[in-house]
């Protein structure tokens, strides 16, 4: 089997990701990649030119919703999830407990 | 504080999106751009580092202007908009695709073209392709009319084996005007051997007359004498030794062998038939009949082929000739391909210029366009490679200064083409001898792929370190 390297495994769960994100609170893009860094403490960190594309492509698949409000002075587009991004959400998230549960069984257990 | 908006509508450019989605993108992106710099001054940073720095986070801005149009609008920028360096608006593509038409105007380019047209292996086959049955007997008819003695030389050479009657009616009346063609007796006279009743014993003795230092003659002459290879000569053939004792004690077989033996030269006329086989139909069909017939006087003054001249210096002649016809080969196949590739990007962006409305199809068409602006390029490329590789040989045969150079030179890039177009074990030769080839197709691959990069890097405006 393959091992997935580093790059293809935040390429894959980017969308996992976004809308794990906005499922708290509405965010802009900006927002959103300050907040992938922190909270994983600098171990991800999203490419802005990778980020947007991608907003979009949530967005275009109905899974986001984008809608300019005032902050600051200033208007700033923020993204709230969809009730069907909310089921993909779901979805995703229940993949992604299984998978890594599985392979944390793996790795953290010691054989004797 | 810099104009977010304008830097983002200059970097962007063009962006045809719909329903006013590309003035919030560009107020979206200039938003990340702003925070940036604003966190980059908090923390103390300068100006003008906080500039670049904001800037900086998107380095390749054509590739966010792909990006973002597909993600908005699901399929592809259209190749009309595209900024890349092949993209059809922009003249590297252009430039490409004249110079690699430009090279059809090399007459050398073109005969590598010809040679590589010609399909097969087999002589008859290869010359049948050239020349069927019909323009075979046109041929005969205007040879008898016009009294042409090389065209019936021609028509007596490649006669089809079941009908070498008429091969021996065209070599018949071909000698009889002209002398110098008597050594197609020797063709004439070998492969009828199998037609009951037929002596081919005129023949030899014709040649033996006309070319009586040769040895060849006396080698028909005994193959003539004694057909080993039928009874009763066929119950020694379990072992050749004794074989060769049998033979040896018939007078027929072993007093013309003992002339093959003592005969001054031996000259089995290969290079009188691959004149005839290979270089005059090649010429002939491209209309070339006056270089055609200066090939066939330079044979006829070329000096006699000596085969106690070779050695090591000609042996590296032939293998560098035959490693030629593989980088020719390898060359021609991608020549092949990109030109079909080139053709079929050609035809869609012409589409694709006169049909900009946005349905399925144009998404379709533009879809395929959109990854082919590669192959103008790269067919320059392969096709170079193909003109370098041939160039060596691409000169008139009736410049070739000896049989020696023809022999070792000029036949064996015919022949080695031939041989990598049959049907080899891969052992032999896309594994054995391919080292150089791919070597040399390797360099070409780097060096265009270093003129692609460069390319690349000038004619992009967006990129800050472009010229």
């Given at each position: 089997m393959a091992i997935m390297p580093d790059r293809e495994l935040k390429k894959g769960n980017a969308e996992l990701l976004i809308l794990a994100l906005l499922e708290e609170k509405t965010r802009h893009g900006y927002e959103i990649g300050k907040l992938i860094a922190a909270r994983s403490e600098g171990v991800l960190r999203f490419h802005v030119a990778s980020l947007y594309p991608l907003l979009y492509r949530l967005e275009r698949r109905g899974w986001v919703k984008g809608e300019w409000e005032p902050a600051g002075g200033r208007r700033r587009r923020y993204y709230r999830l969809t009730p069907t991004g909310r089921r993909i959400l779901a979805e995703q998230r229940s993949r992604w407990r299984a998978f890594s549960g599985a392979v944390n069984r793996i790795v953290e257990v010691r054989h004797a | 504080m810099p104009d977010w908006k304008k830097i983002v509508r200059e970097k962007l450019g063009t962006l045809p999106l719909t329903h006013g989605r590309r003035e919030e993108v560009i107020e979206e992106l200039a938003e990340q751009l702003e925070s940036a710099y604003e966190e980059a001054l908090a923390q103390g940073i300068n100006e003008q580092e906080a500039l670049q720095r904001s800037i900086a986070q998107f380095k390749d801005w054509e590739k966010l202007r792909r990006e973002v149009f597909q993600s908005v609008e699901g399929t592809h920028l259209p190749v009309w908009e595209q900024n890349g360096?092949?993209?059809?608006?922009?003249?590297p593509v252009w430039i490409a695709l004249a110079l690699a038409l430009s090279l059809l105007l090399v007459p050398a380019f073109r005969q590598a073209l010809a040679i590589l047209l010609v399909?097969?292996?087999?002589t008859t086959a290869w010359c049948s392709r050239i020349f069927p049955e019909k323009v075979l007997r046109r041929i005969e008819q205007s040879g008898d009319k016009e009294k042409y003695a090389r065209a019936l030389a021609f028509v007596a050479l490649h006669s089809p084996k079941e009908d070498d009657e008429r091969a021996m009616h065209a070599a018949e009346k071909a000698i009889a005007l002209d002398?110098?063609?008597?050594?197609i007796s020797a063709k004439v006279s070998h492969?009828?051997?199998?037609?009951?009743?037929?002596?081919p014993h005129p023949w030899i003795e014709r040649l033996k007359a006309w070319d009586?230092?040769?040895g060849f003659p006396y080698l028909l002459e005994a193959d003539a004498n004694v057909h080993y290879w039928e009874p009763p000569w066929t119950k020694y053939a379990a072992s050749a030794a004794i074989l060769r004792q049998s033979l040896a004690a018939e007078r027929r077989w072993r007093i013309p062998m003992e002339k093959v033996f003592a005969a001054p030269r031996m000259d089995f006329y290969q290079l009188h038939r691959d004149a005839y086989t290979r270089l005059l139909p090649l010429l002939r069909r491209g209309a070339r009949a006056d270089e055609a017939a200066a090939v066939e006087s330079a044979l006829a003054v070329l000096p006699r082929f000596d085969?106690?001249?070779?050695g090591p210096a000609h042996s590296s002649l032939k293998a560098a000739a035959k490693r030629s016809a593989q980088v020719i080969l390898i060359s021609a196949v991608f020549v092949a391909v990109l030109g079909l590739l080139t053709a079929l990007w050609l035809v869609l962006v012409i589409v694709l210029r006169w049909k900009r409305n946005a349905n399925s199809l144009s998404h379709l068409l533009n879809r395929l366009a959109s990854p082919l602006c590669f192959a103008p390029p790269a067919l320059l490329l392969v096709s170079v490679a193909l003109f370098l590789g041939y160039y060596p040989y691409?000169?008139?045969?009736?410049?070739?200064?000896?049989y020696q150079e023809l022999e070792y030179g000029y036949v064996p890039v015919l022949m080695g083409l031939d041989d990598l177009t049959?049907?080899?074990?891969?052992?032999?030769?896309?594994?054995?001898?391919?080292f150089w080839p791919s070597l040399w197709c390797a360099a070409v691959a780097l060096a265009g792929a270093c003129l692609l990069w460069w390319v690349r890097r000038l004619t992009r405006p967006d990129r800050p370190d472009a010229a």
């Open positions: - | 360096a092949f993209a059809p608006r922009r003249w399909p097969g292996n087999d002398p110098n063609l008597t050594w492969p009828t051997y199998l037609y009951p009743d037929y002596d009586p230092q040769n085969y106690s001249v070779g691409a000169r008139s045969i009736a410049q070739i200064p000896s049959s049907f080899v074990p891969l052992t032999d030769f896309w594994v054995a001898h391919m």
